[in-house]
């Protein structure tokens, strides 16, 4: 049984950084190749959530919303109606409340787990609009940063099988979702390929969704995050999950075993990204729920 988390409205701290410059989750910078491709895809797709609402999981400093609600007023399209941004920590929402207030765009923040927010909804109720979902895909280790890693302790036991891929929490947050979402709802959730496509895509259609488009880092692949374990995609490998950038600028494929000792070997030198040779392919999974309607 998962441990419960008290899932509450937040109200924000007042963060003495000056209106107009905006905040930064430093753990999880713009500059990461999950953020920037999320961004990419969402800035693409943005008319999809005008006028609509917007829910995103694991709202970190609200960069997405900025990155939506700019490109939406670039092309004269109306915002998101309302923002529900749900995430663990309070200084993140904190971050998210000050660069929310740069815009017009009226929103709600919670605390708790984006799975413990849906789970306490009557599975009744409607949910209309979008979200947003780039959530943790490795088992939190002690001392990481929650942006490198999911609790499984906080996900109920039906999600448990699918940890074994690193999806634990993925699937429980589609799952509920997907129990209250209106057939035309759309979701955007990032994944990655450091196990293989075709489990990504089993996990999807489990949790009740079906794909409408997948927006791949294909051809160049992105780097692997020093501080993010990768031992358990070992067991599922197929020789074609991780790369290496060689001299003559391609990319050739490296076992995940060799990937995570690089890893390992990265954390004891202290070097960080600038000497981690390890690369892997991230999908952006654009999902409607794979509802019959009568």
């Known amino acids: 049984m998962a441990i419960q988390i008290d899932v509450q409205r937040y109200q924000p701290r007042q963060v003495e950084q ?30 999809v959530f005008s006028g609509k609402p917007l ?56 605390y708790g787990g984006a799975y413990q927010w849906l789970a306490q909804l009557p599975e009744k109720q409607i949910i209309e609009g979008n979200a947003i979902f780039c959530l943790p895909q490795a088992p939190l280790l002690i001392g990481e940063s929650v942006a490198d890693g999911y609790d499984a302790r906080y996900i109920p036991d039906y999600a448990h099988p699918w940890d074994t891929y690193g999806l634990g929490l993925n699937f429980a947050v589609l799952t509920e979702l997907g129990k209250r979402a209106t057939t035309d709802f759309t979701a955007f959730t990032m994944l990655n390929t450091r196990i293989p496509e075709e489990a990504l895509d089993a996990m999807v259609a489990a949790a009740g969704w079906r794909i409408v488009a997948k927006h791949s880092t294909e051809p160049l692949p992105v780097q692997q995050d020093p501080d993010t374990d990768i031992t358990y995609t070992i067991q599922h490998d197929d020789g074609q999950r991780f790369y290496e950038l060689t001299k003559s600028g391609t990319y050739e494929a490296i076992s ?15 070097g960080g990204r600038a000497e ?19």
């Open 55 to 110: 829910i995103e999981g694991g709202i970190g400093d609200a960069r997405n919303e900025l990155e939506i609600y700019d490109a939406l007023h670039g092309v004269g399209f109306s915002r998101p109606t309302s923002i529900i941004g749900i995430d663990i920590e309070t200084w993140r929402l904190d971050f998210a409340a000050h660069n929310l207030e740069q815009t017009d765009m009226p929103y709600e923040l919670i």
């Open 276 to 294: 981690l040779n390890v690369y892997h392919h991230l999908i952006v999974y654009e999902l409607q729920p794979a509802k019959i309607v009568n």
């Open 18 to 47: 000056p209106y107009g410059q905006l905040l930064e989750t430093q753990d999880f910078p713009r500059s990461d190749p999950w953020s920037w491709k999320m961004r990419q895809v969402l800035a693409e797709r943005a008319t």
């Open 256 to 270: 995940a075993l060799e990937a995570e000792k690089r890893r390992k070997a990265c954390l004891v030198s202290g």
